[in-house]
């Protein structure tokens, strides 16, 4: 039985791809219009027009596709009413109410759409379970005390913050808060921090040509689901760019929530680690 990929940005629906192409498994892909995956090419995707969204799920159901799975990452998108199909219009209000909500609720009502409509929706971990990854230390480096206690009050935060609706990682050093994701994403909540901390730097240096002190790493990345959130659809991913750019920001390491968070490519990741001197935690 053949399942279908609707693809979004990142390495994620590369991933999969490629294990169910392994797995001799039959797939096809849709890219949702706009949001295009140019490592995706060699699978000749289609396009998922959300205006023909009807006729979308019409075309799966005439070709006897049972199985879904929703992977990368889009934006929230716009509805042109022009370009609105005949299949598609009773499906306006349900959009149009969608779109009203955060992300999370609008995600639940797109699905009850498809769902409603017969089909399963598979998450990408139980099409590749490895990527969800056990708990506890997976690093040659060490967490101390302190970044347990940073990794403690992070967890608080996401768990306040989670009826906010506003992201899924935070950025916690010697206790304070000093990075909460916005709907930009992680990596824009990095690059951030470290466009902040090169302004440092330039404040307080007087001699910026012949600095040669090395900067100390301090604090932790934390990553992990909102309450409520649909794992489905919607589960955090981290990978090497990560462990990269948290390197290049002076962090310490990262931590993830156990069975919350994906971990792509989980060797190379570990590499990195050792290669920056970095840790990751997998929190009960």
């Known amino acids: 039985m053949e399942i279908v ?8 629906p590369l991933y999969l791809t490629a294990n169910l192409e392994l797995a001799g498994v039959s797939f096809e892909v849709y890219e949702v219009e706009g949001f295009e995956n140019k490592d995706l090419e060699k699978y ?3 396009t998922l027009i959300l205006e023909h969204l009807g006729s979308f799920i019409e075309k ?7 199985q879904i ?9 716009t509805l042109n009413f022009s370009l609105v199909d005949e299949l598609t219009l009773p499906l306006v209000p349900i959009i149009v109410e969608a779109l009203k909500h955060g992300d999370d609720q609008a995600l639940r009502i797109v699905l009850s759409i498809f769902e409603d409509s017969g089909f399963e929706i598979l998450a990408a971990h139980e099409i590749c379970p490895e990527l969800l990854i056990s708990a506890g230390v997976h690093s040659k480096i060490l967490p101390d005390p302190l970044d347990y206690s940073d990794a403690l009050k992070a967890e608080k935060l996401m768990i306040d913050l989670s009826p906010l609706d506003i992201g899924q990682s935070c950025i916690v050093s010697s206790g304070q808060v000093v ?15 470290g466009f902040t901390k090169s302004l440092t730097r330039v404040k307080n240096s007087k001699l910026l040509d012949n600095e040669s002190h090395t900067a100390v790493k301090s604090g932790v990345l934390y990553k992990s689901t909102k ?11 981290i990978g ?22 994906m971990v792509l490519n989980y060797e190379e990741c570990l590499r990195l680690t050792i ?10």
């Open 240 to 261: 090497p760019e990560t462990f990269s750019l948290v390197n290049k920001v002076g962090l310490k390491g990262v931590v993830i929530k156990f069975g919350n968070v």
């Open 60 to 66: 799966l159901k005439q070709a006897g596709i049972k």
């Open 69 to 77: 799975c929703f992977s990368g990452s889009i934006t929230r998108p």
């Open 179 to 193: 990075g909460i994701e916005s709907s930009s994403g992680t990596d824009m909540m990095l690059e951030g921090l």
């Open 44 to 46: 000749n995707p289609k």
């Open 5 to 12: 990929i609707v693809s979004g940005l990142g390495s994620l």
């Open 227 to 237: 309450i409520g959130q649909d794992l489905r659809v919607d589960m955090p991913v």
């Open 275 to 284: 290669s920056f001197g970095l840790f990751l935690l997998v929190k009960k």
